[in-house]
């Protein structure tokens, strides 16, 4: 089994500010990480993903995350943010035989001016 | 490249009435899933196909919900009758194959309002 829990259900944050969304895991199996965006009336879309290799991941928008397999975690980071960052952000572990997906309940990113 | 296609983006209907909900994958993608998304949590797999078989439907509620996925292609969603807990947004995603290290790309789904 696996489970999936964004610590934040939301993320007030001005622009040009850093941001840090955050992301705990856990699976009986080896997994690999996804972090997908949807903006107001759209699909979700991938942002980034972690599948092996170099533990930090950089993904669309300017978006990176780190995959800390001792924490199980896998948090979302970005410098500066503009206003069309404000969006729901979910966190997803996807196991590597089944391919079976589990996702967060989603972080509601807002950005103010 | 048309992205992944479902209709209709909202619907309404009273209790007890039926509802289906159509998707049109990604061109060449075998892999189909069906999510559903409650207010305020995260998609949660109904039921996942490679071509037209369902290999994995242990959360879709089987006395009301059926899905079929014809030739491989599109697929629809059926709920009979529908109950006020099922008022969600049903998303449809495809991907070209089921392995976990695979994008998964989403339609912009169905809004169900249970009256």
């Known amino acids: 089994a696996q489970s999936v829990t964004q610590l934040d259900s939301q993320v007030p944050v001005f622009e040009e500010a850093p941001v840090e969304l955050r992301c705990n895991y856990s699976?009986?199996?080896?997994?690999?990480l996804f972090w997908y965006v949807q903006y107001p009336n759209q699909g979700l879309q991938l942002l980034l993903k972690?599948?092996?290799?170099?533990?930090l991941v950089k993904g669309i928008n300017g978006f990176e995350a780190e995959f800390n397999k001792s924490q199980t975690s896998f948090h979302l980071r970005k410098p500066s943010v503009h206003i069309s960052d404000t969006a729901e952000y979910f966190c997803?572990?996807?196991?590597?035989?089944?391919?079976?997906?589990?996702f967060g309940d989603g972080t509601t990113l807002t950005v103010k001016p | 490249e048309a992205g992944v296609v479902q209709s209709p983006r909202y619907k309404i209907i009273e209790k007890k009435q039926p509802v289906a909900f159509w998707c049109n994958p990604i061109?060449?993608?075998?892999?189909l899933y069906w999510y559903r998304q409650n207010l305020g949590q995260g998609p949660e797999l109904l039921i996942r196909?490679?071509?037209?078989?369902?290999?994995?439907d242990s959360q879709l509620p089987k006395d009301r919900f059926s899905a079929e996925r014809l030739k491989g292609v599109d697929s629809t969603l059926k709920i009979q009758p529908a109950e006020l807990g099922d008022s969600a947004v049903y998303l449809c995603?495809?991907?070209?194959?089921?392995?976990?290290?695979?994008?998964?790309?989403f339609g912009q789904g169905t809004r169900l309002t249970v009256v």
């Open positions: 997803a572990v996807s196991d590597f035989k089944a391919g079976k997906s589990t």
């Open positions: 061109s060449g993608h075998n892999t």
């Open positions: 995603a495809s991907s070209l194959s089921w392995t976990g290290n695979t994008e998964a790309f």
């Open positions: 972690y599948l092996s290799g170099s533990t």
């Open positions: 196909y490679e071509n037209e078989e369902a290999v994995d």
């Open positions: 699976s009986s199996v080896s997994v690999y």
